[in-house]
């Protein structure tokens, strides 16, 4: 059994998805306290050590306990979670008719640490902007990095993709099976 350090209920879908038997602690983190002018996939391993040393230092030193974050970047431009809907609206406007990429990272520590960084791009078509307007007022995309939900929203204008669709939902399931 594994512990997810997160309030994350899409990472806790996965996990139940994939059958690995997990109980969840939630963990709130303040992201805007790492800087955003590192390259992305730097940013995400930062952050995802920020959160696991503050969990430890709030919780003991526990096993099998596995850290996750995620940032979506168009270019290098990293997308964090939109404060707003006009903020929301900014995002998804650099997303569409564009290629952006979630990066994941994550930290399984057990008996030993694994520290991983993935990273899953997409090609979008050009948003609708009555579906736009939808999603907006909808709220779905509220604590979503870079406004993006790839299971719903942004998934039907996907026009190609590289990379582990479970990394763009926050945890790079392949990687973290073989691990475990």
């Excluded at 994550?106 to 979008?124: A, C, H, P, R």
């Excluded at 929203?153 to 691990?179: V, W």
Aim: with cysteine.
């Amino acid at each position: 059994m594994i512990t997810l350090a997160s309030s994350s209920p899409t990472r806790a879908n996965l996990l139940k998805d994939a059958g690995i038997e997990f109980k969840q602690i939630s963990c709130s983190f303040d992201e805007s306290m790492v800087a955003k002018e590192l390259k992305p996939e730097i940013y995400v391993q930062n952050v995802v050590k920020a959160k696991k040393e503050q969990f430890l230092k709030a919780n003991g030193k526990l096993l099998n306990l596995l850290f996750a974050d995620s940032c979506v970047a168009c270019g290098d431009k990293i997308l964090g979670k939109a404060k707003d809907e006009n903020e929301a609206l900014a995002m998804l406007n650099l997303q569409s008719d564009n290629e952006c990429s979630v990066y994941t990272a994550m930290i399984f520590l057990g008996e030993f640490e694994l520290i991983n960084v993935s990273k899953i791009t997409y090609k979008f078509a050009k948003f609708s902007e009555q579906e736009l307007k939808s999603y907006l007022e909808s709220g779905e995309w509220r604590g979503k990095a870079g406004a993006m939900t790839i299971e719903n929203f942004n998934k039907k204008y996907i026009i190609s993709q590289h990379g582990e669709t479970s990394t763009a939902m926050g945890l790079n399931l392949k990687i973290l099976k073989a691990f475990l």
